[in-house]
């Protein structure tokens, strides 16, 4: 089998949520073309579906060697940044995927999450009474992951209102118009302000955004599987509708 045909063929798997074979196929390939950049970006994302990032980040490493400008390579690194609370980090590096890829619509919107997260520290810490103040925040009910054998963190006090929360929602999911996400929001299953904390376990944990409802508590599984179904009934509506017109 060819590289391309290599490629399609995990890339399908990927997308049928088999990372096990992701990973088998990639390497097996790789084995014999080791500076496919392509592959070894597919590869690091199975492995991170799969949560084994200390690998995921050696291939990232691998690609950015090989290709110094790969915006998927910087996006990967800041996922995995903030996978262990490193924001700062991921801050940098997504920034930097931005940079050379304004385009990418999943960068952005972490992006906006980390710096969600940030904002409220610095603030609190020059503000610490504002901070008491202020209440907990949404996202507090989203564990917070640490690298392995790292002593826990302690929780970073808050200190947004519920006008300034709303408010950087808003940038958090403004290129999530039309996705699931903002449909949970328009049906009034979660709030806007609940679809952050959703996103940010979505990319935290790599799960699906109807998954990450149902784990924060904000809706049930029936609800999201009820909902999921309309959603996608309805896209698969409006991608047939100009055919039938033409027709």
Same mark, same amino acid.
């Given at each position: 089998?060819?590289?391309? !045909?290599?490629?399609?063929?995990?890339g399908e798997l990927y997308r049928q949520r088999n990372h096990s074979e992701v990973?088998?196929?990639?390497?097996?390939?790789?084995?014999?073309?080791?500076?496919?950049?392509?592959?070894?970006?597919?590869?690091?994302?199975?492995?991170?579906?799969?949560r084994r990032d200390v690998e995921a980040q050696v291939e990232v490493a691998h690609?950015?060697?090989?290709?110094?400008?790969?915006?998927?390579? /910087?996006?990967?690194?800041?996922?995995?940044?903030?996978?262990?609370?490193?924001?700062?980090?991921?801050?940098?590096?997504?920034?930097?995927?931005?940079?050379?890829?304004?385009?990418?619509? *999943?960068?952005?919107?972490?992006?906006?999450?980390?710096q969600t997260m940030i904002k409220p520290a610095a603030a609190a810490a020059k503000?610490?009474?504002? !901070?008491?103040?202020?209440?907990?925040?949404?996202? $507090?009910?989203?564990?917070?992951? $640490?690298?392995?054998?790292?002593?826990?963190?302690?929780?970073?006090?808050?200190?947004? $209102?519920?006008? $300034?929360?709303?408010?950087?929602?808003?940038?958090?999911?403004?290129?999530?118009?039309?996705?699931?996400?903002? /449909?949970?929001?328009?049906?009034?299953?979660? !709030?806007?302000?609940?679809?952050?904390?959703?996103?940010?376990?979505? /990319?935290?944990?790599?799960?699906?955004?109807?998954?990450?409802?149902?784990?924060?508590? /904000?809706?049930?599984?029936?609800?999201?599987?009820? *909902?999921?179904?309309?959603?996608?009934?309805?896209?698969?509506?409006?991608?047939?509708?100009?055919?039938?017109?033409?027709?």
């Open positions: 089998m060819d590289r391309g !045909s290599v490629l399609s063929a995990a990973v088998a196929a990639c390497r097996a390939e790789l084995a014999a073309n080791p500076d496919d950049v392509d592959l070894r970006v597919l590869l690091a994302r199975a492995l991170m579906a799969l690609c950015l060697r090989l290709r110094p400008r790969c915006a998927t390579g /910087y996006a990967l690194l800041g996922e995995l940044a903030f996978r262990r609370d490193e924001l700062r980090a991921a801050d940098i590096f997504l920034r930097e995927a931005l940079r050379l890829d304004e385009r990418d619509p *999943h960068a952005r919107v972490l992006l906006d999450i980390v503000l610490p009474a504002a !901070s008491a103040a202020a209440g907990p925040s949404p996202l $507090t009910r989203v564990p917070l992951a $640490t690298a392995p054998g790292a002593p826990a963190r302690p929780r970073r006090p808050q200190s947004r $209102t519920q006008a $300034t929360a709303v408010e950087t929602d808003e940038a958090a999911v403004r290129l999530q118009r039309g996705g699931f996400g903002e /449909y949970l929001v328009k049906v009034k299953v979660i !709030s806007r302000q609940q679809l952050l904390a959703v996103l940010q376990c979505h /990319y935290r944990d790599r799960c699906k955004v109807g998954e990450a409802a149902v784990r924060l508590g /904000y809706a049930s599984a029936v609800t999201v599987e009820d *909902h999921a179904a309309r959603f996608h009934a309805t896209r698969r509506a409006r991608a047939c509708s100009p055919a039938r017109a033409v027709a």
